[in-house]
């Protein structure tokens, strides 16, 4: 804490948001995890007096929020930049019906694709949908500007667009906090259908209510104190916004700019006498050139991404070089092993992607740390695309293959994943006939965002019990016959079942079930750690193909290998780091000269 | 003039770099100076390479780092030093943990550790400060306590008192508070000499 000063703390951007949430009366938030927005309802859900709960997807938690929203609550609804694209079918009409209570959707966008399978950027969701977009640069603003995105919702009743980027959701600054405030709207049913039933007839006047928004909107961002003219030298002029304004400030401390808090609707106005006031007008964005792009239909003239890069992420270097800046001589990188993310040691996945490496399959993945599969030693993913995707991509393949080839693909796709937007598609592979063998890996949590509840966990966000959705009842529900629940630890035992299940002509279900070696209760488990016997490794090299990291690979000279007592051809031998070791058993299962055994106690 | 200055810390994932990088960020807050730090989550960990950026100074606009301009590296593996090179410059002082894990193509005998990595600061004349953390967490009896060793080591280049470290951990380190700053005072003996 900076000084002694009590209001003012350091919080990263999601931390920020969950903070200003609660000062700004939210009483309900719904969301689906996803890098970089996950934390934010993990701290909100740590407040008092704010119903917090993760969605099985970001459509549904959007649908939450609107109808917290309907009932007059204020309501945050968070998701990643791809999860938008999941809710953009209700987010396009809750557009047209507006809200009661205050609803906000914040929207973090990953340029540079630190966590994520594209880079799109979300500015351009706000024009579509026509609804307004906030965007701040650091968590101090986050904290003051989503508190007036909640004023701007009910005022103009429109769900608000909020718009963050890695770097905001994950830096962390000085924020100053305040208390909370409860929003004026009382909860309570208020019918109002020519409001919220959008049939053609009731959706044409709503249509026109929203022009009528826009145009209040526009006055709005002109008069709005986000978007401010910072006066400097006017040889240059400086549209920017979100984290592009820091990197612009630090690379061009003295121009003139015009910071955008509001990335849609543009301030025209303000944008017009910026223009005037300066001899050059340059726009600094990061992704898409979306302000330039309106700015020059405003016949307003201006450059951008003639010089700014669009791809990836901007930092002060790179706007200082693209705007004619010298650059400077870097000390080269030197050449060196890449240290990827793997998966932890006995996660379960890694076994079942061991014994697909060693089917002649294609995989269809998914996303999700088992996506991690595709790496090398396992290298056993083929396509991954985006959330549920496995099952339907697989589905399509089984029709152009058509014969026997349809044996030869395998679905594969995580628990949470499943529930997000995997089981249509299964449903349409029984429907419509084909025969893939699905492959279910039920780890009881939504792991790679770091451990998140989801339908078959058995408990809320908020810590209570629930009922854990049983996946195999529901693969039986939607029609599948053969449904097979496998310990994915269990290398030989699955391998069985995997060939068996690929032989059949019928649409197959495979639940790989383990938990999640992260979640609290594998955590607090006692471990028996595995140890190999140096004496009896023959150096084969089967345990090291499972890319184990607790495993390695410890290479002998012909000298050393003699000396141990082995054949001078002889490689190395592996070493199993016992404080590494989560004894899931599976290496035990690949090594045929009872090399590997349990640490022996005392 | 308030100092400013620009500290990267890398490492893999799980190695705690992210207290070390707090309770620095908060060490510096203290004495009236303005903090980012920026850092990844999700995919980039699960035991990948990971960094976190800590810029200070009067305001700081960007939190990120330009490359070429790290004043400080602190490194919680060996390697992970030297795979930042393109963000430092000239007078840029390395504290590097002498520890050394195994990333996935050596641990699976497809590429060997690099030999004498840290050679490759010494051609560019990089200051380097050499931190065994295992030992140091060792002696003072706390596994976990190697990042607040490099922290140690660090803290003798900061515009920062000690005993306002000190009262920052009392403050921010739930447990093993009196082995963590046992480790820190280790850390920072070998950079104060």
């Not at chain 1, 351009?124 to 904290?143: G, I, Q, V």
């Not at chain 2, 992210?18 to 850092?39: Q, V, W």
């Amino acid at each position: 804490m900076a000084k002694a000063d009590s209001e003012k703390i350091w919080l990263s951007g999601n931390e920020a948001i969950a903070r200003a949430a609660w000062e700004a009366g939210v009483t309900v938030a719904s969301a689906y995890p996803g890098t970089p927005s996950t934390e934010i309802l993990e701290n909100l859900v740590k407040y008092n007096d704010v119903y917090t709960e993760w969605a099985p997807n970001e459509k549904v938690a959007l649908e939450v929020g609107l109808g917290a929203s309907f009932a007059g609550a204020r309501v945050l609804v968070t998701m990643k930049h791809v999860g938008l694209n999941v809710a953009a079918d209700p987010l396009f009409t809750a557009s047209y019906t507006g809200c009661r209570g205050g609803l906000v959707i914040v929207n973090a966008d990953d340029p540079e694709m630190h966590s994520s399978q594209n880079e799109q950027d979300n500015r351009n969701y706000a024009f579509a949908a026509k609804l307004p977009m906030l965007e701040p640069s650091d968590p101090k603003e986050a904290l003051v500007m989503l508190k007036e995105a909640f004023e701007l919702s009910e005022k103009y009743d429109t769900p608000v667009l909020f718009r963050t980027t890695t770097r905001l959701a994950h830096v962390k600054s000085l924020v100053t906090v305040g208390d909370r405030n409860m929003g004026p709207v009382e909860v309570k049913i208020d019918k109002d259908p020519a409001k919220f039933v959008m049939l053609p007839g009731n959706a044409r006047a709503r249509r026109q209510a929203m022009v009528g928004r826009q145009q209040e909107l526009l006055s709005f961002a002109d008069s709005y104190p986000g978007n401010r003219i910072e006066k400097g030298d006017t040889k240059k002029g400086i549209i920017t916004g979100g984290v592009a304004y820091l990197h612009a400030k630090e690379a061009l401390p003295d121009v003139s700019y015009l910071k955008l808090g509001m990335s849609w609707p543009l301030p025209e106005k303000k944008i017009r006498d910026f223009a005037d006031s300066v001899d050059e007008l340059i726009i600094v964005e990061e992704l898409d050139p979306f302000y330039e792009t309106h700015i020059k239909a405003m016949g307003i003239t201006c450059t951008g991404k003639d010089k700014i890069p669009a791809t990836g992420e901007l930092n002060a270097a790179i706007v200082r070089k693209s705007l004619g800046g010298e650059s400077e001589t870097l000390l080269p990188p030197v050449e060196m092993p890449m240290r990827p993310p793997n998966m932890c040691p006995g996660c379960p996945h890694r076994g079942i992607f061991y014994n697909l490496s060693k089917l002649d399959v294609f995989v269809s993945g998914d996303i999700g740390c088992y996506t991690l599969g595709f790496l090398p030693p396992l290298s056993a993913m083929d396509s991954c695309v985006c959330m549920g995707a496995s099952i339907g991509v697989a589905h399509g393949l089984t029709k152009a293959l058509g014969g026997e080839q349809y044996k030869k693909t395998v679905a594969v796709i995580g628990d949470s994943t499943f529930l997000h937007s995997g089981v249509n598609s299964l449903a349409n592979m029984v429907y419509n006939k084909s025969h893939a063998t699905v492959l279910i890996l039920d780890n009881r949590i939504t792991a790679m965002t770091g451990q998140q509840q989801n339908p078959a966990s058995g408990e809320t966000l908020m810590g209570e019990a629930a009922q854990a959705l049983n996946l195999e009842q529901l693969c039986r529900a939607v029609g599948v016959e053969h449904v097979t629940t496998v310990n994915p630890h269990d290398i030989k035992g699955t391998d069985k079942i995997l060939k068996e299940e690929l032989k059949r002509d019928a649409t197959s279900v495979i639940i790989c079930q383990a938990p999640c070696v992260l979640i609290p209760e594998m955590r607090n488990k006692k471990i028996t750690p595995l140890t190999i016997s140096v004496d009896n490794c023959t150096g084969c090299q089967a345990c090291v193909r499972l890319g184990c990291p607790a495993i390695s690979w410890q290479p002998l000279t012909p000298e050393e290998a003699k000396s141990l007592g082995k054949r001078e051809k002889q490689k190395g031998y592996t070493k199993i780091s016992t404080e590494m070791c989560n004894g899931c058993g599976q290496c035990l299962a690949v090594c045929k000269f009872e090399a590997i055994s349990e640490v022996e106690e005392g | 003039m308030k100092p400013s200055g620009n500290i990267l810390f890398s490492g893999v994932g799980g190695q705690g770099i992210l207290l070390a990088s707090e309770i620095t960020a908060y060490a510096l807050m203290e004495t009236g100076l303005d903090a980012k730090k920026s850092e990844v989550h999700g995919m980039a960990q699960r035991g990948g390479s990971v960094v976190a950026h800590l810029r200070y100074g009067d305001t700081v606009y960007s939190p990120l780092i330009d490359p070429g301009h790290a004043d400080f590296v602190v490194a919680f593996e060996t390697m992970e030093a030297v795979r930042y090179l393109p963000f430092m410059h000239k007078d840029t002082k390395v504290v590097v943990n002498t520890h050394k894990i195994a990333p996935p193509s050596v641990a699976t005998g497809k590429a060997t550790y690099p030999h004498d990595i840290l050679a490759e600061l010494a051609k560019h004349n990089i200051a380097t400060f050499r931190v065994d953390g295992f030992e140091i967490a060792r002696t003072v009896g706390e596994i976990r306590a190697a990042n607040l060793a490099l922290v140690g080591a660090l803290s003798s280049f900061l515009p920062v008192e000690e005993d306002v470290f000190l009262a920052v951990m009392k403050k921010r380190l739930p447990r093993k508070l009196e082995e963590n700053i046992a480790a820190f005072k280790k850390g920072r003996e070998i950079t104060s000499l």
